[in-house]
């Protein structure tokens, strides 16, 4: 796993440095891994294996209160650092998080650990779930990776996973798409943006409301980004980007999503929404 955060922090310097216009971006995002990166190493030996044979939602039999002791003294760090390096709009929501009680913060991480609705903290909503997901990420990585027993992310597949609009390990909504090579074509899967589990989904199916009917699906795509396009929903006017390996093989799918910003500048602009902010809000 710290191969993984490795990889994308060098992905993100490199595309950095590639496509000047998401320098920013990318670099606040380094950051954020760094920091992601340290606290899964803290938390490494301390987090518990789940049992494989939870029915639903298997992570949500954790929670990010048995570790509460940890967690209060790393988000504050995490904050500390938000309010040094983020645009200021989150810098400033930062600031006033570090203000909260720490029992708010833990009310926070609940709320968002269980799907539930985020807790009124004054700060704008959108903004609010950026920190407990951004945070909470290397923990419920951590708890999955032990839960799936790999290490890594072998897709899930089985019965009534590749029709799955959520997480099955978490109920997250996805992060990204995936496409790899398989046989004579590519197999997709959908990356969690919580727990980044991947789990095997349908070639031909929309994200968000389950639309089979091609017609009704399209794709917005650059000549910039060969690999990289906009998949989305003309029933439910929701979308998600794809990063297909098997035009770039060096890609690392959530960077990779971060720096198309004109891809989801041009999907807002068709009236598209996405199904899931990545890091940097987009």
């Not at 760090?77 to 570090?98: C, I, K, N, T, W």
């Amino acid at each position: 796993m710290a191969a993984s955060w490795d990889r994308r922090l060098q992905r993100a310097e490199e595309l950095a440095q590639r496509w000047p216009f998401a320098a920013e971006p990318l670099r606040f995002y380094a950051r954020v891994v760094r920091f992601q990166a340290n606290l899964q190493g803290a938390l490494r030996c301390s987090v518990p294996i789940l049992a494989s044979g939870e029915e639903g939602f298997a992570l949500r039999s954790a929670s990010p209160r048995d570790h509460r002791l940890l967690l209060r003294a790393k988000f504050a760090d995490f904050l500390e650092l938000v309010g040094e390096v983020a645009p200021p709009q989150l810098a400033s929501a930062a600031e006033a998080l570090r203000s909260t009680p720490e029992e708010l913060w833990e009310a926070l991480w609940d709320a968002y650990w269980r799907g539930q609705a985020l807790p009124d903290l004054e700060v704008e909503g959108p903004v609010l779930a950026f920190f407990p997901k951004a945070f909470l990420q290397p923990y419920a990585a951590l708890l999955a990776a032990g839960l799936r027993g790999d290490g890594e992310t072998e897709p899930l597949s089985g019965p009534g996973v590749e029709t799955s609009p959520v997480c099955p390990l978490c109920g997250a909504a996805p992060q990204v798409s995936v496409l790899r090579e398989e046989g004579h074509g590519a197999a997709r899967s959908l990356l969690c943006s919580r727990c980044e589990t991947e789990w095997r989904y349908k070639r031909v199916r929309c994200v968000a409301c389950g639309e089979e009917e091609s017609r009704q699906l399209v794709c917005l795509q650059a000549t910039e980004w060969p690999h990289v396009r906009v998949s989305a929903c003309q029933v439910c006017r929701r979308y998600i980007k794809e990063v297909d390996l098997t035009r770039d093989g060096l890609a690392v799918p959530v960077v990779d999503e971060i720096a198309a910003i004109p891809l989801d500048l041009a999907a807002g602009e068709e009236g598209y929404e996405k199904v899931e902010p990545n890091l940097i809000g987009l």
